[in-house]
């Protein structure tokens, strides 16, 4: 089941309409998932929920309750070893970016991040899906 939902997924992912962010929304982008990494790996629960949208920041209350999320949930980003970032793509105002990561136990995954465009033009991560990956030499 789990393999046909990976299948979907990726179908998705593949028909996902590709349009071109400008340099700076890129930057704003990767800078914004970046920070929110590290604030993980300083355990600053404070500051890695706020870089949640409203939506995710919701549904967690909190940012106790939404770094033991984090920590159970999504191990690999919590604590990666190594990570870089793939395409992103866009469909109005989703943005889709690519984050692979390289876990401390030698898995490895890719993240596609769901961002949100903020009213002040800064961007929120709106969700994660965290997908198994196979690459050579990991």
Not at 124 to 138: H, M, N, Q, S, Y
Request: charged share 20%.
């Amino acid at each position: 089941m789990r393999k046909g939902f990976l299948s979907v997924l990726v179908g998705l992912w593949l028909a996902f309409p590709a349009y071109a962010q400008s340099t700076g929304d890129q930057a704003a982008i990767r800078s914004t998932i970046e920070r929110q990494i590290q604030a993980f790996r300083a355990d600053d629960g404070a500051a890695a929920f706020a870089f949640a949208d409203a939506n995710i920041q919701s549904m967690f209350g909190n940012p106790e309750r939404f770094m033991a999320m984090v920590r159970q949930g999504y191990a690999m980003i919590y604590r990666p070893r190594s990570y870089a970032f793939g395409d992103a793509k866009t469909d109005g105002d989703v943005i889709a970016q690519i984050v692979e990561f390289d876990g401390l136990d030698g898995t490895s995954a890719v993240a596609l991040y769901y961002m949100a465009r903020q009213q002040d033009g800064s961007f929120r991560i709106a969700g994660v899906e965290l997908l198994p990956a196979k690459r050579p030499g990991v």
